[in-house]
């Protein structure tokens, strides 16, 4: 049975698996907003629906972007992927100009539909733009850092802006995303500290010298010292956890959603989730987050495997993505990192997050159709085999289209990391 359910699943045109995923996760997700937004859209719009309606609006959006996107070969992508770097970068300084300043910070342009947050554009170009940058520099990175300090420039950049917003949650997790990047991709691992370490001694300096950001930072190491002032988030959030016990307190019931826990369906969503549907509920999301990342994870092996480099690092790369965000989201809500300020993937409020990670889902589907549509020829001699002749590195692939015979393609691999 299981044996049959493989083989019929290679037949699929995309990973149906991971489809189902991500349409729990965006049904849960809406039924959280529903539920842990009425009190607040009441209060501030006379309209307990409102942040709902408006989240039901950008999930269409999100989907009607990935059906357009989806048709778009993943070699669009890569030819284009500096214009959609230097569009992102000018996203981020126009943001710093006239973008709407919430809670003392200017992260959000404000367009006719909705508030667009450009940092989380930056995280899917930034995928895009590595796995880009990867795929020509693979050998170079492997054997030498000077291909890994060529990106200081571009990022440096990049993350001065977003520290001007200030924005330091996304650009931590944009670092630590470069960073799995560069090692999935062969590069040793003391690059971890060329790429981390600066980052964060920054993020710690501009936190020390700032009293205000050292008070929030420290305040979740014991939030009951000060409950009704710099801990009250956190107390609340952990309130609404503890009510959860096991198995929750029902969809609809929570009290902390009530006006006591400020966010509770954005950053604190989670907090909500836990009260209503318990540990138990807890373990099965999480459960949830890790199958998408291993279906992700195969998706990029598997694209790897059948010579598609750019393929398989947008899937790795927008994995690591979303289980980290997923895990920030969930520590700060457990209060074991201070507040970051970062939407629990597919289900917390906020359009501009889920419209475009339902656009980075749909780029990742569209690596598996064209992995699952693309069969190396193994008759063909291995450029990696040692055993090739120089000069014999040519690969046959067939690209399958449905409802066509095959089209054998002859392509001769470069060497990479010399331009």
Not at 199 to 220: G, H, Q
Not at 237 to 259: H, Y
Not at 346 to 361: K, P, T, V, W
């Amino acid at each position: 049975m299981l044996k049959r359910w493989r083989t019929d699943s290679q037949q699929w045109p995309i990973d149906y698996w991971l489809l189902g995923l991500i349409s729990v996760l965006m049904v849960i997700g809406l039924m959280m907003v529903a539920s842990s937004s009425i009190a607040i859209s009441e209060k501030r719009f006379f309209d307990s629906t409102h942040y709902v309606v408006r989240q039901l609006i950008s999930l269409g959006i999100g989907l009607a972007a990935a059906y357009v996107l989806f048709q778009i070969p993943i070699s669009f992508w890569e030819k284009h992927r500096g214009k959609l770097f230097l569009f992102a970068l000018l996203l981020l300084v126009l943001v710093l100009i006239f973008g709407r300043e919430i809670n003392g910070s200017k992260r959000w342009l404000p367009l006719v539909i909705m508030n667009f947050q450009p940092s989380e554009f930056m995280k899917l170009v930034i995928v895009i733009f590595m796995a880009g940058y990867l795929d020509r520099h693979a050998s170079a990175v492997k054997e030498s850092y000077e291909a890994v300090i060529r990106l200081a420039l571009p990022f440096g950049i990049m993350a001065i802006l977003l520290l001007m917003e200030p924005d330091y949650g996304s650009t931590f997790v944009i670092a630590v995303v470069i960073t799995g990047m560069l090692l999935i991709a062969g590069a040793p691992w003391k690059y971890f500290v060329l790429t981390v370490l600066p980052m964060a001694s920054l993020l710690l300096t501009l936190v020390i010298i700032e009293p205000y950001r050292m008070k929030r930072v420290t305040s979740f190491l014991n939030p009951w010292d000060d409950p009704y002032g710099s801990g009250y988030q956190l107390t609340q959030a952990l309130i609404a956890l503890g009510r959860g016990e096991w198995f929750g307190v029902g969809v609809g019931a929570s009290v902390q959603k009530l006006l006591y826990l400020p966010d509770a369906h954005t950053d604190f969503l989670f907090s909500i989730y836990g009260e209503e549907f318990g540990f138990i509920g807890i373990v099965v999301l999480v459960l949830i987050y890790l199958f998408i990342l291993h279906r992700l994870f195969r998706i990029g092996r598997k694209a790897m495997d059948k010579d598609l480099f750019f393929g398989g690092m947008i899937a790795y790369g927008i994995g690591i993505w979303i289980i980290l965000q997923a895990m920030i989201n969930m520590g700060v809500n457990l209060g074991a990192f201070p507040t970051k300020g970062l939407t629990l993937p597919f289900m917390s409020y906020g359009g501009s997050s889920l419209l475009l990670l339902i656009i980075a889902i749909a780029l990742v589907f569209r690596v598996d159709y064209e992995t699952r549509n693309r069969v190396l020829d193994k008759t063909q001699p291995n450029p990696s085999d040692p055993n090739t002749p120089s000069g014999k590195g040519d690969v046959k692939v067939s690209e399958k289209s449905a409802g066509q015979p095959a089209r054998v393609v002859k392509r001769t691999r470069s060497v990479r990391g010399r331009d």
